[in-house]
């Protein structure tokens, strides 16, 4: 408002609004320091994994504050395995991760504002630990192709052997325990295999000898 040299209105009072312009000053940054996720081994190219999430403090819906992801860095990185989008989304680039081969990675990311401006813009970043699941995509494999034992007459419940399995599937998962039967040469049911957890051996018992000398 004004007055005059009496201290009268001169003009009624008036409000005036003042708008703070926006500068890029605040980084974005991810919702998490370090991300951790899982994909299965052998998952087609493009499987989404996960979405990465950021923020920025800057006014919303301006150029300030539009964010694109990168990824920096891989580990083991002789091939880039995975793809980070624009808007965050973790995807495989391939169909070829084997578990056997490489368990785990770690990407290092990066988010920027501006749209990911190269000349210009403020960039935050973060790790991805990537997990690769086990599939069964391995055959058991025995030790040997033929085994041999023996066993005193007239004894049963004694053990007459053991068969070792080899698998490369994950250790102590369902996909490297050993399911064992016997396919042939058990018709009087004189015999039964079973499976050592922690060995993945089978064992083969005698547990019925009526009329085993017979067909001995």
């Known amino acids: 408002y004004a007055k005059d040299e009496n201290g009268k209105d001169v003009e009624p ?4 609004r003042v ?12 919702t998490s320091e370090v991300f951790v996720c899982s994909v299965e081994e052998l998952s087609a190219t493009n499987t989404l994994i996960m979405v990465l999430n950021a923020t920025d403090a800057d006014k919303p819906n301006t150029l300030n504050t539009k964010l694109a ?18 808007d965050g989304e973790v995807r495989t680039t391939s169909a070829t991760l084997d578990r056997e081969q490489q368990a785990s990675y770690s990407l290092e990311v990066e988010v920027k504002d501006r749209d990911g401006d190269p000349n210009g813009g403020l960039a935050g970043t973060a790790k991805v630990k990537i997990k690769v699941v086990d599939v069964n995509d391995n055959i058991p494999v025995l030790e040997k192709e033929e085994y041999s034992g023996e066993v005193e007459e007239n004894v049963e419940g004694v053990e007459i052997l053991r068969m070792k399995a080899f698998d490369d599937d994950e250790e102590f998962t369902d996909n ?7 396919i042939s040469g058990n018709e009087g049911g004189h015999f039964q295999i079973i499976t050592d957890e922690q060995t ?6 005698l547990v019925k000898v009526r009329k085993l000398n017979k067909i001995c």
Do not use: H
């Open 19 to 30: 708008s703070v312009e926006d500068i890029n000053d605040n980084s974005p940054v991810f």
């Open 176 to 182: 490297w325990f050993a399911n064992f039967s016997i």
């Open 69 to 86: 992801y990168k990824i920096v860095s891989q580990e083991p990185g002789d091939k880039l395995l995975f793809l980070l989008t624009k």
């Open 13 to 16: 009072a008036i409000d005036l």
């Open 200 to 205: 993945n051996e089978g064992v083969l018992m």
